[in-house]
């Protein structure tokens, strides 16, 4: 009978043999699946590593040639901004100093106009005054002529009249001697006096 139970026991030795056997091959096979997986996600954060690090100095990259460009445009800006002031400043100075001969050529005109209506106010009074001046003159022309008329007329009548007022204010017009009043006597040319 014991014979008979070591049969069973002595398979039920192997079978645990087998189970050890079948677990340590499960085991090595999960470790081995383990280590893969484990190389496999090492490999993939390395490479993960990588292109980070490669995205990185690119971005740097991108960073600083932007930078130089940003400075570059800067400069550029504060160039343009410079050239703008400086037009700014020439056009001003350009409109103030038309503002200033403009002024100047109005103020001119003006003290021209002002000088030519002087001018022209002088030339009147000047024009009023030889008008004035030849009136005067006609108008003592006119005077002295009537006075001659006069003049000539009483002379003229008085000599042919024969008279002493003639005889003195027409001479010998007359053509020849004229006689004394009464009482008057006058000298011939040998010098004698009547008695």
Partial sequence: GGAGGGGPGHQDYDSDDNIEGENDEELRQLEA??????ARANKAYQTRMSNLQRSKEEREQQHLKLLEKH??????????????ESEQTKRLQELNEEWEQRKRDLA????????????????????????????????????LQQMQGVGVGVG????????????????????????????????????NQPP
Avoid: F, T, W
């Fill in 33 to 38: 699946e383990y280590n893969k997986n484990l």
């Fill in 108 to 143: 001119n005109r003006q003290s021209k106009i002002n000088l030519d209506v002087v001018k022209g106010e002088i030339r009147k009074e000047d024009e009023e005054a030889a008008l004035q001046q030849q009136q005067q003159q006609q108008q003592q022309q006119q005077q």
């Fill in 71 to 84: 400075q570059k445009e800067l400069v550029e800006y504060e160039k343009r901004l410079s050239n703008a």
């Fill in 156 to 191: 003229s009548g008085v000599v042919g009249g024969g008279g002493v007022v003639g005889g003195v204010m027409g001479g010998s017009v007359g053509g020849g001697a004229i006689n004394p009043p009464p009482g008057v006597y006058r000298s011939n040319s040998h010098g």
